[in-house]
């Protein structure tokens, strides 16, 4: 269980919007004005985004200056460079369905 509220509420957001989908990986991110955004790896012959690349661009097409925190669950591996390049100080968490979330950054 995590120590912030709002990181909980990704991590039900996360693993909710994985299990509508049916997608491998899923991801959550929280902008610094607390609005939220999740999103599903895209994948075609010419892009390939996984989750958390994909609520990155989903985010920054809304504008955001921010991030606070992002949880991905699913597939293990994420590109998480993104986050850290934006948002240095934003936490990051993968959690894996039946365990507690680790925290990656």
Do not use: C, H, W
């Amino acid at each position: 269980m995590l120590s912030n509220p709002e990181d909980q509420k990704l991590v039900t957001l996360a693993q909710a919007t994985l299990k509508r989908s049916g997608a491998n990986q899923a991801a959550a991110l929280r902008d610094s004005t607390g609005r939220t955004y999740v999103a599903v790896p895209v994948s075609s012959p010419s892009l390939n985004l996984d989750a958390v690349e994909a609520v990155f661009t989903v985010a920054m097409a809304s504008q955001i200056s921010g991030i606070e925190a992002v949880v991905f669950t699913g597939e293990p591996t994420a590109k998480t460079a993104v986050i850290v390049e934006f948002a240095p100080s934003a936490a990051i968490f993968f959690a894996n369905e039946g365990s507690a979330p680790d925290k990656i950054a």
